[in-house]
């Protein structure tokens, strides 16, 4: 025990990392419980891939293994391993996130103080564990967190293959980002140009040379992005699942449409396949709408123009939707939660409380951190800051511009901007640190200093429209930042050191206070499962959770009703039911784990079933009960119309406590039918 102590004494480093790792698995998996499972698309189909080999490899949404998720394997293929190990609980299928969030922390701080110091890697771990976009995804079923950790992985071994001279890192680097592509397909790749360009400026090789490694580099990327892709594309499609999200069953579809350019521009399926245009936003129950509701409600003083909100006006199911005006924090425009493509999205309203708190002082730093590179003596940490700088810039221009993603997604710039504010911060310390120092070298440090105090100013701007947050963290905010600011004034009295580290300290936590909060709320309230969110709009309204938000078994007392007659008129060997929107059977599969069948898939686009198939189907006796939603957007379509003309009506008052009723799916009106055999 007293080397133990000894050890922390001599590396106070150690403790203040274990510290801070520790508060990012809290933050992560503190009453996740809370959370039920999640998300119901993907907790259905990690139900399914425990059930059999095939539905693991193929990430079969139903255990019938007839339509896959819209997603690669490996993410899914963690939390199901996961499943396996400790039983099917909402916890165990979202532990491999919250373990990666507080590994990649961990991670953050390697990268960065390796080549800035140990203090700019425990601030930049310290503001990456309190984003609020990665405590969402951490504690969330969909697998954006699990991917940073391995990204973070590559640029380890790209930073060490730049530093060493040797190629084996830098494929290893490549082996990595190949592991990523198969969690999140093309997102993975948005860090690769950020990789090509540090290699090829930074490495110590001749060009040619370091031409031939990123080539072969590339190889191995491919190789192992596109080993799991060929396997599905080899596979005879009749006999695995139909590929989710596609027009054709092919997942070179998946990739280059609906996870590939429908990102970028927002169009249906990047002009490819068959399915749907998706220029819009998902709810929680998988229903195509138009939504911003600024995360979830009215600011907590009821001010329709408060943070969070755009101008009045709502989508007709009481979400204000923006006005277009695009401006600051006052709007993002598009009516959408994402706004408008603009160079001041990442400040409007609905994204800027997710992930841009300190990303004015991040751009700021990366433009004032920089010193003259010279080429001729290149070293890694030249390349490191070049990188984060590229990370950034990628980021931020993507996110500015796309035509469609979700504010969870905004966790990819995460890293960048807590490794740019961490150095910038440190640059502020050690830039007045030295009283020997003339007057003009004290330009970099003022500038990153009143560049510091802007970006906070920003952040005060944010807080100060929520009226109960100007009672009590505001005044934390200007009172730490107070503090910090007079004691920078005392150190140029009394120049010692530990006026200035406290001064710099008081700073920080001024700057840390509101997004900490806003890190809190998804703890403090249950987030909408399918598209979370982190701020204060979700402890006004008491969380948005849907079903997917609660243990598993609750929600709708007409959908327990439903399963429960379902189940009990079930045949071994048949579908429990079948319906076109996997929202509709999802949490059916995830209760009971029998065979359910969402032939239309995540957005009832697929073109999984025919009528000829449909047909055999019946004939066979696995289609038995039908589902025929309001929601599917297919009133006319063959499918329906067979189905009604052919199978009978089950009368509501079968499964439903009020005769009125025709059911209910997840709060979908639907009405149930019968092939009789």
Known sequence: MQQIIAKFKKNPHILV???????????????????????????????????????????????????????????LWMQAISVLIFG??????????ALAGAVSTVMIYILTAKHFGRPAGLISSLIFAVTPVVVVVSRNNTIDMQLIFVLLAAVWFLFRSIDSGKWRYLFWAAVFLGLGFNIKMLQAYMILPAMALTYLLFAKEKLGRRFLAGILSMVIVLGVSFAWVLAVELYPAESRPYVDSTGNNSILELIVGHNGTERLFGQSMGGIGGGTAR???????????????????????????????????????????????????????????????????????????????FLLFAICSMLLCVKKWN?????????????????????AVFFSFAGFYHRYYLCMMAPAIAVLSGIGITAIYSGFKNREEKKAEYLRPALLLSAFLGNLTVQAVCVLRYSQLKAWLLPVMLGAAGVGILLFAVYFVKRKRVILAVSTAALVLSALAAPFYWALTPIISVPNATMPYAGPELV??????????????????????????????YKQGSFLVT???????????????LPCYAYGGFLGSDNSLTID?????????????????????????????????????????????????????????????????
């Not at 949404?61 to 690669?72: Q, R």
């Not at 319906?579 to 784990?593: C, P």
Request: net charge positive; charged share 15%; aromatic share 10%.
């Open 17 to 75: 990392l274990g510290l801070i790792a520790a508060l990012s698995f809290t933050l992560n998996f503190y009453v996740i419980s809370n959370n039920g499972t999640g998300n119901e698309y993907y907790a259905a189909c990690v139900k399914s891939m425990t059930l059999s080999f095939k539905n693991f490899f193929f990430v079969s949404f139903d255990p019938a293994g007839m339509v896959s998720v819209d997603k690669p394997p490996l993410g």
């Open 88 to 97: 099917y609980h909402g916890w165990a299928m979202l532990l491999p996130q």
């Open 279 to 357: 220029s819009f936003n998902r709810d929680a129950s998988g229903t195509a709408s138009q939504r911003n509701d600024g995360g979830g409600g009215t600011p907590p003083d009821g001010n329709p123009g408060g943070y969070g909100q755009a101008a009045p006006g709502t989508d007709g199911r009481g979400n204000r939707q923006d006005d277009g005006r695009g401006m600051g924090m006052n709007g993002g425009g598009g009516g959408s939660e994402i706004g408008s493509a603009s160079p001041l999205r990442l400040w409007t309203s609905n994204l800027y409380g997710q992930g841009s708190w």
């Open 375 to 395: 080429f001729r003596n290149k070293n890694v940490r030249q390349g490191a800051f070049g990188f984060w700088s590229l990370w950034l810039i990628t980021m």
């Open 540 to 569: 006004k309204s008491g969380g948005q959770g849907n079903r997917t938000g609660m243990p598993s078994g609750g929600g709708s007392s007409q959908t327990s009703m439903l399963e429960t007659y379902l189940v009990k008129n």
């Open 579 to 593: 319906s076109q929107r996997s929202s509709s059977v999802a949490q059916f599969i995830i209760d009971t784990g």
């Open 613 to 677: 198939k449909l047909k055999t189907l019946v004939a066979q006796g696995k289609i038995t009960y039908f589902l025929l939603s309001s929601q599917n957007g297919s009133g006319s379509s063959e499918i329906e119309t067979y189905v009604k003309e052919n199978a009978v009506l089950v009368d509501s008052s079968e499964y439903s406590s009020k005769t009125s009723d025709v059911g209910q799916m997840g709060g979908q009106n639907g009405a149930l039918y019968l092939f009789q055999s």
